[in-house]
């Protein structure tokens, strides 16, 4: 079977999702610093007198990195719409019913009681990406109004670039508290299996078979050589 591998795992996420999941990852953590630091914080509270940090008191440098990690979250973003487009992989996308199953699933981790058979994601995986999705899309779209409200010859008016930037901080908060769920999920052990799923992209038979044997049985009874 093409999808399992001889130490007995088998492949979740390709190369591509794992490049887009770090890229994602790696601007928006740089989104956050360099933009907590233009408010500005690196002097304030001595960030800037760390050895190797004196660089993060510098506005037109940390408006710069700004600028280039959201470049890169943006490609990110559009590369990965693109590919479960191209490729019509939508089983991430939230569906009816998922926020009522993910509130028994969560029961049921916390409980010790067995959990409703999954396919590939669970319920609340696909909740938090549609949480995560709208975060980045208010972040994505805000920031970029932003950027053209500083181009030569456009003026907004007050009350819109502080809407921008309020729905900007807003977007901010809700991404920053996504972000701590998703870290502190990893703390209920049945989730641990995934972490090495987003560095090898592997995770271990016999897991996929007692939580996902929806996925396993498409894959094993079509023969896709694909994640499970």
Known sequence: MAILHEEGKVIRHKLATRIIHWLVALSTFTLFFSGIMQMPMAKRYGIASIPGLQWSANFALTLKIHYWAAAV???????????????????ILPRRGDLKESIHIIKCMLTGQPEPEHDKYLAEQR????????????????GALKVYKNMPGVDLSPDTVWWLATLHN????????????????????????????????????????????LRMAKLMGMGKKEGA
């Open 73 to 91: 979250l943006i490609f990110a973003a559009f590369y990965h719409l693109a590919l479960m487009i191209i490729l019509k992989e939508y089983d």
């Open 127 to 142: 909740v938090a990406y549609g949480y995560m999705a709208i975060s980045f899309a208010l972040i994505i779209i805000t």
């Open 170 to 213: 807003i977007g901010t908060g809700m991404l920053a508290f996504g972000i701590v769920a998703h870290l502190a999920a990893f703390l209920i052990k049945e989730n641990r299996y995934l972490l090495p799923s987003m560095f090898n992209g592997k995770v271990l038979l016999e897991y996929c078979l007692r939580r996902h044997p």
